[in-house]
């Protein structure tokens, strides 16, 4: 059993920065990945990295938004510089125990979700 649990969020002023951090508990993780959802929407990618570095961001996070990870902790990062309002939304970390070559997957390949953590971007 692998356990997901996401930290960092919070509430930031537009232009500011927050660092989300996942630890995932259990078994030795694949493929990890950022996703956002706001209340009425779909979940949405914002970034995805392969156990072996490789990423992929979604076009908002681009230039803003970088995913890192350490393997020997079993834990990933997402740093968000320039924060924007529409940024606001619960981001997930997802994890899985598969190894891919490509950073982007089907959201379905994942195989354990945190239960979220609020960003907060005030105007």
């Known amino acids: 059993q692998v356990h997901v649990v996401e930290s960092g969020g919070g509430l930031v002023q537009e232009g500011g920065s927050l660092r989300l951090t996942c630890v995932a508990s259990?078994?030795?993780?694949?493929?990890m990945a950022w996703y956002r959802q706001v209340p009425g929407r779909q979940r949405e990618l914002v970034a995805a990295?392969?156990?072996?570095?490789?990423?992929d961001y979604s076009d908002f996070g681009q230039g803003r938004f970088t995913i890192s990870r350490d393997n020997a902790k079993n834990t990933a990062y997402l740093q968000m510089n320039n924060l924007k309002p529409e940024d606001t939304a619960v981001y997930y970390c997802?994890?899985?125990?598969?190894?891919?070559?490509?950073?982007?997957?089907?959201?379905?390949?994942?195989?354990?979700w945190g239960q979220g953590t609020q960003v907060t971007v005030s105007s």
């Open positions: 990295i392969t156990s072996g570095g490789n990423t």
């Open positions: 259990g078994r030795s993780i694949g493929h």
């Open positions: 997802a994890a899985s125990l598969r190894r891919f070559p490509s950073a982007r997957l089907d959201s379905r390949m994942y195989d354990y």
